[in-house]
């Protein structure tokens, strides 16, 4: 069940952008899908634009194979004809590739942060984007009672309760064990340890939690509910899709870049681990490096023409700085788009189109991933 809040209000995009974007090639690809390629008067930049009408998009959301592979990896396995960089996740050590941000696909929940923020919703049947900001509300009902779910498929910290879906890395239950409760798929208490599984058979889930916080029910019946909220209209369909993102940068026509500090610092920090490399974005000084400085970009987007908008910027190199946030919203505002959001970004910005990838990554070559954007093509 989906839920419609109330829409913010913001200050609108100025018709002149400070970018002064200069148009260096348009081309038209195929199937009405166009390669638009721009730099910028006032220093290096090189930006790409793949736009295509949403009612001819076949888009999906391709999963890495093992923890972390390349897009053009996952776009030949795949078959796709374009393919773009996901969202943010864990980089190194033990949790290598575990996703940071909202991830729903394949009637599946990959992970939960429990934060509201800047989201992507996709319906290939209907051909309906969304993009807003959302949070799922996971509900967890034992005889009665309601018991908190803080984030799905996360490292626990203590005092969390999380919940663990068969697509989780088991080894996450380890980091701060607690009371771990087994739910097999008929939703059915199993068992109730103080050992995390090995696995997670498909359809089981485990909740754990910290001692006093795990009811002594084997044998009752579970209800588990999930909810996606949103801020956002015409969002009473089921999806395909859901990944959250790095910044809520446009909502119906308006930058709402000011916004920015505020998304980052909704709710707990992210339970970062020692052996990884991880932006806490929660933190001032983390929020000012991605916002204020620039980098790679990448970014989704709908036109006022009812268009997707696929944006990879090149950054950290002479030919390319990349964008600020601010930037990065004035240039989706530039080339027409009324709702935008900020993707993943840095050495993972990656643009693939038809067989060879079209941008220079910030590493020199292609960094893995968890997951990519794909279109495919007749």
Request: aromatic content about 8%; glycine content about 8%; hydrophobic content about 35%.
């Amino acid at each position: 069940m989906l839920k419609n809040l109330t829409c913010i209000a913001i200050f609108a995009i100025g018709n002149c952008c400070a970018l002064e974007p200069i148009l260096i090639s348009h081309t038209v690809l195929r199937s009405a899908i166009t390669h638009t390629v721009y730099g910028a008067a006032t220093f290096p930049l090189h930006a790409q634009v793949i736009t295509m009408p949403l009612n001819t998009v076949d888009l999906r959301l391709e999963m890495a194979e093992g923890q972390r592979e390349e897009v053009s990896s996952i776009a030949q396995r795949t078959g796709a004809y374009i393919a773009i960089n996901g969202a943010n996740y864990r980089r190194g050590g033990r949790y290598n590739g575990n996703r940071v941000n909202l991830l729903y696909a394949n009637n599946r929940i990959y992970s939960d942060l429990g934060l509201k923020r800047g989201s992507v919703s996709w319906n290939n049947q209907t051909k309906s984007l969304t993009i807003g900001l959302a949070f799922l509300d996971a509900t967890l009902i034992i005889n009665g009672t309601s018991y908190p779910i803080d984030c799905i498929n996360q490292p626990r910290r203590p005092g969390q309760a999380v919940l663990y879906t068969d697509v989780a890395d088991p080894s996450l239950m380890n980091y701060s064990p607690g009371i771990t409760m087994l739910i097999d798929p008929a939703l059915t208490v199993r068992d109730i340890g103080r050992t995390a599984p090995k696995i997670l058979c498909p359809g089981w889930y485990a909740y754990q939690a910290d001692n006093e916080k795990v009811p002594i029910c084997v044998g009752h019946r579970v209800s588990l509910s999930f909810a996606l909220q949103s801020n956002t209209r015409n969002n009473d369909s089921a999806y395909d899709f859901v990944l959250g993102g790095a910044g809520l940068l446009i909502q119906d026509g308006q930058s709402i870049t000011n916004k920015l500090y505020a998304e980052f610092s909704e709710g707990l920090a992210v339970t970062h681990c020692h052996d990884e490399v991880a932006a806490d974005f929660h933190t001032q000084n983390m929020q000012e490096w991605l916002i204020e400085q620039r980098h790679p970009r990448t970014a989704i987007g709908i036109t006022k023409k009812n268009e997707l908008c696929l944006v990879v910027v090149d950054g950290r190199q002479h030919s390319s700085e990349g964008l600020t946030l601010h930037e990065l919203a004035e240039f989706m505002g530039y080339i027409g788009c009324i709702h935008a959001l900020n993707l993943g970004g840095g050495g993972c910005s990656t643009l693939y189109i038809d067989g060879k990838i079209t941008n220079r990554p910030s590493g020199n070559e292609e960094r893995p991933v968890s997951e990519a954007l794909c279109i495919y093509s007749e």
